[in-house]
């Protein structure tokens, strides 16, 4: 990892551990190259009380290239979040922005979960689980057509 990356992982970590959004806090973060963040459901959210793991791994491109980010352990039931940790969710892929950080990501997977009122997983999960297998999330093609939820 260059230089440049390094002190922007550094600073952003740093920031984290500072000054945490709401209902967020890293777990893990000895490593550069792969963070482990806690993600606690907000307060009158169908999620509230529940607790979940986001595993950010980092490219050399970073922050260029976005970070691979899934659930790990149990993920969240909702609908665009797949049973194998997968997160449908535009800015980690095709909107992906160098002005993002993993504590703006976290804050948008944290807003996605908030508004979310039914837990239901995708309706093409099982299908879509049993084709990636073990791929990156980044390896996959998206197609985003829902942002209701």
Request: charged fraction near 20%; charge should be negative; glycine fraction near 6%.
């Amino acid at each position: 990892m260059t230089s440049r990356y390094a002190k922007r992982l550094q600073k952003e970590l740093l920031d984290l551990k500072t000054n945490p959004p709401p209902c967020i806090s890293i777990t893990e973060g000895d490593n550069l190259d792969k963070w482990v963040i806690a993600v606690d459901g907000t307060e009158g959210s169908i999620y509230q009380g529940e607790h979940f793991k986001l595993q950010f791994k980092f490219s050399s491109g970073y922050p260029l290239d976005s970070p691979e980010v899934i659930f790990i352990g149990t993920p969240p039931i909702h609908p665009h979040i797949y049973s194998n940790g997968h997160i449908c969710l535009s800015i980690l892929y095709d909107n992906w922005s160098p002005a993002l950080t993993v504590s703006s990501v976290c804050l948008s997977i944290l807003s996605m979960l908030s508004g979310c009122t039914e837990k239901i997983r995708p309706t093409d999960d099982s299908k879509y689980v049993s084709r990636v297998l073990n791929k990156s999330p980044k390896e996959v093609r998206w197609m985003f057509h829902d942002d209701t939820v």
